[in-house]
């Protein structure tokens, strides 16, 4: 299966500013899909992203909220913007290949 | 809608022990795969074991196993020889060949080793 390098692991922002979290794939992949975790809870999908498309989001969450960029098959990037404290959670990339998904290593995200 | 329920948000088994982990899933699919993932506190999402649906052997890996009824639409994952390791979050979940869906997971047991 595919690795993928996720940064940063964590970090702590300020309200009103934005994250970048990268994710490197060390194979290509057709998708890759971006998530949410709150602590205890299970993965929340935020968007979609194909490469030469625009992300695809799902209910409740936006593009001007979570940019999304998706330059070629091995990279994604998922922008969290003008932060509030709600928007502290865990955020998590992944790739799917045929037979199963794998996952970055995620991003703890504290929003003060 | 297409589901995935885990009925069990948290269990506890004995070092040395098994224990079992519930999963039943909804689907209109004809082929997909079932998968039971687990999170340690590290936050890394773990394959534990897949199953493809069409297969009929149920699937094993190691001390891991599933029972895969597919009629009934239940997918469960058995821990034998539980060790302090295993405690994490299992999520089990849902996907179809290709990879050019999102898994659909379930909500998740939290499972306690105790020494």
């Known amino acids: 299966s595919a690795v993928i390098s996720q940064k940063p692991s964590r970090d702590i922002c300020q309200r009103g500013t934005s994250l970048t979290i990268q994710c490197q794939v060390d194979?290509?992949?057709?998708?890759m899909f971006w998530y949410r975790q709150q602590p205890g809870q299970s993965l929340t999908l935020i968007a979609t992203?194909?490469?030469?498309?625009?992300?695809?989001?799902e209910s409740g969450f936006v593009i001007d909220k979570f940019p999304i960029s998706r330059p070629n098959l091995t990279f994604s990037t998922l922008t969290v913007s003008n932060m509030s404290p709600e928007d502290s959670s865990i955020y998590l990339c992944?790739?799917?290949?045929?037979?199963?998904?794998?996952f970055g290593q995620g991003t703890r995200l504290t929003v003060v | 809608a297409q589901t995935v329920t885990q009925s069990q948000p948290e269990m506890s088994v004995q070092e040395a022990e098994t224990v079992t982990l519930s999963c039943t899933y909804d689907?209109?699919?004809?082929?997909?795969?079932l998968f039971w993932y687990k999170q340690p506190p590290s936050r890394q999402m773990i394959l534990v074991i897949r199953?493809?649906?069409?297969?009929?052997q149920n699937a094993t890996e190691n001390r891991f196993s599933v029972n895969f009824q597919k009629a009934a639409k239940s997918f469960s994952l058995k821990i034998s020889d539980s060790q302090l390791g295993d405690a994490a979050m299992y999520f089990c979940?849902?996907?179809?060949?290709?990879?050019?869906?999102?898994?659909?997971f379930g909500k998740g047991t939290r499972l306690s080793v105790i020494a």
């Open positions: 992944s790739g799917s290949g045929y037979t199963e998904a794998f």
């Open positions: 194979s290509q992949v057709t998708m």
């Open positions: 992203a194909n490469q030469g498309s625009e992300a695809t989001y």
């Open positions: 689907t209109s699919e004809s082929d997909y795969y």
């Open positions: 199953q493809e649906a069409y297969k009929q």
């Open positions: 979940a849902r996907g179809v060949p290709s990879g050019n869906t999102p898994l659909v």
